[in-house]
């Protein structure tokens, strides 16, 4: 019996043929934008006119949508469009509870968090779609994927060793001696490579290496604060390492994506109480006094960020964590000059990452410099061309999070002594969106009014008025 075109094509995606598959999963990609036609024919059983299901070159059941998820681990082009077709159809629930199981999350988990994955920055994106869902997100929160940082376990030494002597001349004097020790090398990274074990890591550790990996590519821009501390600390200490060695003494391979979306993905997942305590919790084996033991305090120096994806992503996370009132005094450094044993400087300070967006260097440069003393370190005598943030759902999360950090009276009381009333008063001057101009007023009676029992109890309900809840529709991704 004759089978539509349609149907005909479809089958192709099960070809052995890679070239056949590539060019049925061109055409199929197409049909996965919401106002195709042929839709459904990707999430639905094909049957041919008797009823009968359709079945692969191999017998079995042609499941399209499934074939689709296989394709994701075929080559390039063929990868490029079944990333980019489901990620069309996971605006619907229904389709990325299908797509989202434990073993393709593990797959997509494991290919961000490669270095050289092309397609890293796709399924990125796809993973934001997916964790958009409760199910897939508590999915993705418990999840543990293999580690495999390949050049983590090997001497750096023996690895330039061997590579370079893939290079050697011949007709050099020293080539047999270069010949024996690249083979001496080799054969050490060889056995490296059959003792190490596979270490099991949380998936989230891993996507974490892979954002801030991503910040250091080329097309991206790292936060204001973040590279004012590094030109601060390269000018403090000359850069000794040779050339593609990293602080760990390994090789530096550079990322081939961004990640930017990996945000959006922390964002959906802070929604959730387990994935908010990942965040304020320092990663087992790490220094509980370094900022970079916590999550919170790997992700927050991206508020600057030159890619609105990455910045809000990350700010959105932050207005979530900032939920967690017991974590405030962790969030936030001390108010000065305060006696209080209870409040012990902290490793993390989001503070300064919460401000310094919102401040128009022009405006501030007319502050008075001992109202400017006041303010976070980094805060203060910023070039007169920064400009505030230009985004105004962006600034209303930021002034939402300062209210979530008024919610405790540790947080007042340190807001109210580091100059916050200085940056959001200029904010509120310069300001024409009138949800912003509301929210720093309240705000701004938050840290003026003078407390009681009855003003404390009135701010921890305040947090009722921050809505947790946003959709967030413009972080669904469709029709590539």
């Known amino acids: 019996m004759t089978l539509p075109a349609t149907h005909e094509l479809l089958q192709f995606l099960a070809d052995p043929n890679p070239q056949a598959r590539q060019l049925a999963m061109s055409h199929a990609m197409g049909f996965s934008v919401k106002d195709s036609p042929h839709r459904m024919l ?24 499934d074939r689709i998820k296989s394709l994701c681990q075929d080559q390039p082009l063929t990868m490029h469009d079944a990333l980019s077709a489901l990620i069309n159809l996971t605006d619907s629930p229904s389709v990325a509870l299908r797509v989202g199981d434990e073993e393709f999350l593990q797959f997509l988990v494991m290919y961000i968090g490669d270095s050289v994955s092309l397609l890293a920055d796709l399924a990125c994106m ?8 409760e199910p897939i997100a508590a999915r993705l929160l418990t999840l543990n994927v293999e ?3 390949f050049y983590s376990f090997l001497s750096p030494m023996d690895l330039q060793v061997s590579l370079s002597g893939m290079d050697a001349d011949p007709s050099d004097p020293d080539y047999e001696e270069k010949k024996r020790l690249t083979a001496e090398a080799t054969e050490r990274l060889s056995k490296s490579v059959r003792m190490k074990q596979a270490v099991s890591m949380p998936a989230l550790l891993t996507l974490l290496r892979a954002f801030e990996e991503g910040a250091s590519v080329e097309s991206s821009k790292a936060s204001a604060i973040d590279m004012r501390a590094h030109a601060a600390e390269s000018q403090a200490s000359p850069n000794e390492r040779p050339v593609g060695i990293d602080a760990k003494g390994r090789p530096e391979i550079r ?24 965040f304020i919790h320092p990663i087992q084996d790490s220094d509980p006094s370094s900022s970079e033991a916590y999550p919170v305090g790997r992700i927050m120096v991206y508020t600057e960020h030159g890619d609105l994806i990455r910045r809000g992503g990350v700010i959105s996370a ?42 128009d260097g022009k405006e ?14 980094v805060c203060q005598l910023v070039p007169e061309d920064k400009p505030r943030e230009p985004d105004a759902a962006l600034r209303l999360m930021l002034i939402e999070c300062l209210l979530l950090l008024c919610t405790s009276l540790y947080g007042r009381e ?60 413009d972080l669904v991704i469709e029709e590539l």
């Open 42 to 65: 990707l999430l639905e059983p094909l049957k041919d006119g008797e009823g009968k299901v359709l079945r692969a070159s191999d017998g079995s059941e042609l499941n399209v949508l």
């Open 126 to 133: 796809l993973l934001s779609n997916l964790t958009k869902f």
């Open 147 to 149: 580690d495999r940082p």
């Open 255 to 278: 990322r081939k994506s961004t990640c930017n979306f990996l945000a959006s993905v922390f964002a959906n997942l802070t929604v959730l109480p387990k994935g908010r305590e990942f």
């Open 318 to 359: 932050l207005k979530n964590i900032l939920f967690i009132k017991h974590a405030h005094k962790l969030l936030l450094a001390p108010a000065p000059n305060t006696s209080d044993d209870d409040h012990t400087t902290s490793p993390v300070d989001c503070l300064p990452y919460l401000l310094m967006p919102l401040i």
């Open 364 to 377: 501030l440069s007319k502050v008075d410099l001992e109202d400017q003393e006041d303010l976070p370190t």
């Open 414 to 473: 340190c807001l109210r002594h580091r100059g916050v009333y200085i940056v959001v008063r200029e904010a509120h001057l310069a300001e024409n969106n009138e949800a912003i101009t509301e929210a720093i007023a309240r705000l701004v009676n938050l840290l003026k009014r003078e407390e009681s029992d009855a003003t404390q109890r009135e701010a921890e309900q305040d947090i009722e008025a921050v809505d947790q809840s946003d959709d967030d529709d």
